[in-house]
């Protein structure tokens, strides 16, 4: 069945430390997507790729960094993490057509104190 | 770029009545609307995709309304049930232009249905 599995499903990271979220797509979707999940600020892009090699700025990529070293993979790295990137942290895959809609991963928890 | 507004934020209702959800846009260009269901912990799972052309669309035990002049799209759950309780979040993607393909979204609303 194809899915999109991300991992951890829970991180507690430090305060300066780096962080990596990781997500594998099994739909051989073109498009990829970093989210994350906030109350009171809904779903906020955070970087998206096109395909293998491709990274693109969201709304919000301030102390993001993304990486697309194949078509199923597609990683979100925080390289000093902030107490203010503690979130629900979700990733998506999409079609490349118009039209096409996002499958979503269960989501990452993370927790940076 | 497009704006989503949805409204309400929260949203609660007893077992039996009817509930409405409005999200309105911005992009002229929009053409694919989008509603997802979040079950609480759970991640969004898609409930309905409708196309700028059609105005009613309906699933079970709910409708969707398009109305591409006032740029509105609402989702209506009839005789709403406790398993409907959840967060609710609309989405729009243009077929033309700089916003061509990517979802945009509304903030989310929290529906509670009690007995």
């Known amino acids: 069945e194809a899915a999109v599995t991300q991992s951890p499903r829970n991180k507690v990271a430090v305060t300066g430390g780096k962080v990596t979220l990781s997500c594998n797509q099994t739909n051989n979707h073109n498009n990829m997507y970093w989210y994350r999940q906030d109350t009171g600020h809904g779903l906020r892009l955070i970087h998206y790729?096109?395909?293998?090699?491709?990274?693109e700025k969201g709304d919000i990529p301030d102390g993001y960094k993304a990486s697309r070293p194949s078509q199923e993979n597609f990683s979100l790295i925080l390289e000093l993490a902030t107490p203010s990137q503690t979130s629900v942290y979700f990733c998506a895959s999409g079609d490349q057509g118009r039209g096409s809609d996002y499958t979503f991963g269960s989501g990452t928890r993370l927790l940076v104190i | 770029g497009e704006q989503v507004e949805q409204r309400p934020p929260h949203l609660s209702v007893r077992e039996g009545d009817s509930a409405v959800i409005t999200c309105t846009y911005t992009d002229p260009n929009s053409y694919y609307f989008f509603w997802y269901k979040q079950e609480p912990g759970a991640s969004l799972q898609l409930l309905m995709k409708v196309f700028s052309s059609t105005e009613i669309n309906e699933g079970q035990g709910f409708t969707v309304l398009l109305n591409k002049k006032d740029k509105r799209l609402s989702l209506n759950l009839t005789a709403a049930h406790p398993g409907d309780s959840a967060a609710y979040f609309c989405a729009v993607s243009a077929n033309t232009g700089a916003n061509t393909g990517k979802l945009t979204f509304g903030h989310g609303t929290i529906l509670r249905v009690h007995p």
């Open positions: 790729s096109y395909g293998a090699g491709s990274t």
